[in-house]
């Protein structure tokens, strides 16, 4: 047994000390536990298992200690990574479910918030409503092109009803932004990412509704803050245009009759493509597995890819 005097024991005491740990120390002596005597010699190429099922007592020579890497866990076989892309996608599709019903709020109609700040008349709202009845259409299209009102005013209004910033092109590359999600998601959300700002916050834009199921899951995979806001209607589909003009591959959609056979599709695919990243996030009624790639550099690991090979998007759907 090992003692040590308090001033000398001061600096041993390490960080993560429990209360028992302190209280011990504040009476008098402090006694080192064996493992900050002789700390665990940690190997690479030995990795512990990410399955919380495992049983495995032998692992086969034959099978890298490093991938395939699934939500930052290594699985030591076939059955282990099963178990926990098993657990990842039950967790996917219950926690879908509650974000898209936390959606349907009610808000104020933009017509008449747009009366409320004063930047349109009785008359003009009048007028937009009835031509909007007539032919269908969104009440600021029939704002802008029937009653002269300045289009930044529409989506200085929708922001309000949003309670979401206004977000303008400034710092959008379309080459860089088109790898952070896959087209499709483009095309059907309607979100388009837009910049990131010191490697921490991703700036997404809509262009007349938020969707914050799909900028959540966009977070979760990005691991990356996400910042929802509103682009002008001219700025938002040139954006959108030269995102999805760019050149990069897009995802293998596949069809998996239920979440047990869509986790044997993934389990098969981690275990075939070896990856260094990984993970799945539900996109409404898709779920979006990303593959980080043998080329992919640790930083960019769950982050922006750098170029199109880092990365293998798949988007699964469930059942019919
Ligand atoms: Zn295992």
């Given at each position: 047994?090992?003692?040590?005097?308090?001033?000398?024991?001061?600096?041993?005491?390490?960080?993560?000390?429990?209360?028992?740990?302190?209280?011990?120390?504040?009476?008098?002596?402090?006694?080192?536990?064996?493992?900050?005597?002789?700390?665990?010699?940690?190997?690479?190429?030995?990795?512990?298992?990410?399955?919380?099922?495992?049983?495995?007592?032998?692992?086969?020579?034959?099978?890298?200690?490093?991938?395939?890497?699934?939500?930052?866990?290594?699985?030591?076989?076939?059955?282990?990574?099963?178990?926990?892309?098993?657990?990842?996608?039950?967790?996917?599709i219950?926690?879908?479910?509650?974000?898209?019903?936390?959606?349907?709020?009610?808000?104020?109609?933009?017509?008449?918030?747009?009366?409320?700040?004063?930047?349109?008349?009785?008359?003009?709202?009048?007028?937009?409503?009835?031509?909007?009845?007539?032919?269908?259409?969104?009440?600021?299209?029939?704002?802008?092109?029937?009653?002269?009102?300045?289009?930044?005013?529409?989506?200085?209004?929708?922001?309000?009803?949003?309670?979401?910033?206004?977000?303008?092109?400034?710092?959008?590359?379309?080459?860089?932004?088109?790898?952070?999600?896959?087209?499709?998601?483009?095309?059907?959300?309607?979100?388009?990412?837009?910049?990131?700002?010191?490697?921490?916050?991703?700036?997404?834009?809509?262009?007349?509704?938020?969707?914050?199921?799909?900028?959540?899951?966009?977070?979760?995979?990005?691991?990356?803050?996400?910042?929802?806001?509103?682009?002008?209607?001219?700025?938002?589909?040139?954006?959108?245009?030269?995102?999805?003009?760019?050149?990069?591959?897009?995802?293998?959609?596949?069809v998996a009759a239920d979440a047990?056979?869509l986790?044997?599709?993934?389990?098969?695919?981690?275990?075939?493509?070896?990856?260094?990243?990984?993970?799945?996030?539900?996109?409404?009624r898709?779920l979006?597995?990303?593959?980080?790639?043998?080329?992919?550099?640790?930083?960019?690991?769950?982050?922006?890819?750098?170029?199109?090979?880092?990365?293998?998007?798949?988007?699964f759907t469930v059942g019919?």
């Amino acid at each position: 047994m090992l003692f040590v005097n308090r001033r000398a024991s001061l600096a041993a005491v390490p960080p993560q000390a429990s209360m028992a740990d302190a209280l011990t120390w504040a009476t008098g002596t402090y006694e080192l536990p064996q493992a900050a005597l002789n700390p665990p010699v940690v190997t690479t190429t030995k990795r512990l298992c990410g399955s919380v099922l495992c049983t495995t007592s032998r692992i086969s020579p034959f099978r890298s200690r490093k991938r395939p890497i699934f939500e930052e866990q290594w699985g030591c076989s076939g059955r282990c990574v099963l178990a926990m892309v098993q657990a990842a996608v039950r967790r996917e599709i219950a926690g879908g479910l509650e974000t898209s019903v936390a959606q349907h709020r009610h808000r104020l109609p933009l017509g008449l918030l747009m009366l409320g700040q004063g930047w349109i008349t009785q008359a003009q709202l009048q007028y937009a409503l009835a031509v909007q009845k007539l032919h269908g259409g969104r009440i600021g299209d029939w704002l802008v092109a029937e009653c002269g009102v300045a289009p930044e005013h529409v989506t200085r209004g929708l922001s309000l009803q949003w309670s979401c910033p206004v977000l303008t092109a400034r710092g959008f590359s379309p080459a860089a932004m088109a790898l952070i999600v896959p087209k499709l998601f483009v095309e059907e959300f309607g979100l388009v990412p837009l910049r990131i700002a010191g490697s921490q916050l991703l700036y997404v834009g809509f262009e007349e509704r938020l969707d914050a199921s799909a900028a959540r899951g966009l977070e979760q995979m990005m691991n990356l803050k996400v910042e929802s806001g509103l682009v002008g209607t001219l700025e938002y589909s040139t954006i959108r245009q030269s995102l999805l003009s760019q050149l990069v591959a897009p995802a293998k959609c596949e069809v998996a009759a239920d979440a047990d056979a869509l986790a044997a599709r993934i389990t098969a695919i981690l275990e075939q493509k070896q990856p260094i990243g990984a993970k799945v996030v539900r996109m409404h009624r898709y779920l979006w597995l990303r593959l980080w790639l043998e080329k992919a550099s640790r930083a960019s690991r769950g982050a922006a890819p750098r170029d199109h090979e880092d990365i293998l998007d798949y988007i699964f759907t469930v059942g019919r």
